[in-house]
């Protein structure tokens, strides 16, 4: 089994900045794309960064330039470090890890969920 826990959501005011950290814990052989999600208050959940293992990354337009995503593969961790945020980046963060487990195969899992909420 695989669990994926996030932290370092809270309360922040415009503008400010927050860092989030996921990391994937169990039986694990390797972990290939790491992302970061987000679902606000009646929308439905969406693409916030995605990372390759070799560090590459993928933004959404919304926050390009204000957002960096990072990875740690010897921690199998990876990161989210927000700046310049903006009411409407309030929403709950998932991490999602897509894992080889060992005699299991390849898996995509998520995590609980971490609520930033950005207001003055």
């Known amino acids: 089994q695989v669990q994926l826990v996030e932290s370092g959501g809270g309360l922040v005011q415009p503008g400010g900045s927050l860092r989030l950290s996921c990391v994937a814990a169990?039986?694990?052989?390797?972990?290939?794309?790491m992302g970061w999600y987000r679902q606000a208050p009646g929308k439905q959940r969406e693409l916030v960064a995605v990372?390759?293992?070799?560090?590459?990354?993928n933004y959404a337009d919304s926050v390009k330039g204000r957002f960096t995503i990072s990875r740690n593969n010897a921690k199998n961790t990876v990161y989210l470090q927000m700046n310049s945020l903006k009411p409407e980046d309030t929403a709950d963060y998932y991490c999602?890890?897509?894992?080889?487990?060992?005699?299991?195969?390849?898996?995509?899992?998520w995590g609980g969920g971490t609520l930033v909420t950005v207001s003055s």
């Open positions: 990372t390759s293992t070799g560090g590459s990354a």
């Open positions: 169990g039986s694990i052989f390797s972990i290939n794309e």
């Open positions: 999602r890890a897509d894992v080889q487990v060992p005699l299991r195969g390849r898996n995509t899992y």
